[in-house]
């Protein structure tokens, strides 16, 4: 069975203070996305990193992949209240998509 | 980019009911799936929807308990079969445009109540 080990599950922190989410794995993915979920809402794609040491940048948001393809890190730099939400990783492995438990993040202003 | 509906956003139900969810998108996909989620946590996979067959059911998920129907390549619905308590949750309908399953786009879930 592939897992995907997403840490830590929940995260409150003050606003303007980093954090770095992790998702870590032995199976090999052919690519990992992370989606943002709001409540009442569904899953929203922010990234999709594919070659081995990618990093991708969205604002104040650093992904990371893995150089052999099997972890990735989300770092947010200054976080804001407005980046509260629910962080989920999911890797493609072999046409399935493994999901990361979820980091349930807050951000108190 | 694909934008998926559901309906009903949320229902409480009775126990030993059934209740049909309806999940359409705006532009043609390739693939669909059905998800479960417990408010919170992560994305359980129920289903595949496939158009015009069988729908493909992952571990632990049975088409007596969960039918699903794909007459186009826009819409399907999921019906949560005799219903007890344990079937609260959030069903989420996603969407694939392309071959593997990276970059789904999800409708904003139907939220399910069972007295």
């Known amino acids: 069975t592939q897992l995907l080990e997403q840490s830590p599950q929940f995260l409150s922190i003050q606003e303007g203070e980093n954090l770095t989410v992790y998702c870590n794995s032995s199976?090999?993915?052919?690519?990992l996305q992370w989606y943002r979920q709001e409540p009442g809402e569904g899953p929203v794609l922010l990234v999709t990193v594919v070659t081995g040491g990618e990093v991708k940048k969205l604002k104040r948001l650093t992904f990371q992949f893995g150089d052999a393809r099997k972890d990735s890190s989300l770092h947010i730099t200054a976080a804001q209240p407005g980046d509260t939400g629910l962080y989920l990783c999911a890797g493609d492995s072999n046409y399935q998509l493994i999901w990361g438990a979820g980091t349930k993040l807050i951000i108190k202003p | 980019s694909a934008v998926i509906s559901q309906k009903p956003s949320r229902d409480i139900c009775q126990r030993g009911t059934s209740l049909t969810i309806q999940c359409q998108v705006d532009?043609?996909?390739?693939?669909m799936f059905w998800y479960r989620q417990q408010p919170g946590q992560s994305l359980t996979l129920i289903a595949t929807a496939n158009q015009g067959s069988e729908a493909t059911y992952e571990s632990g998920f049975v088409i007596d308990k969960f039918p699903i129907s794909r007459p186009n390549l826009t819409f399907s619905t999921l019906t949560v079969s005799n219903m007890s308590p344990e079937d609260s949750s959030i069903y989420l309908c996603s969407g694939k445009q392309g071959a593997n399953r990276e970059t789904q786009y999800f409708g904003p879930g139907t939220r399910l109540l069972v007295l």
């Open positions: 532009s043609q996909v390739t693939m």
């Open positions: 199976s090999v993915f052919s690519s």
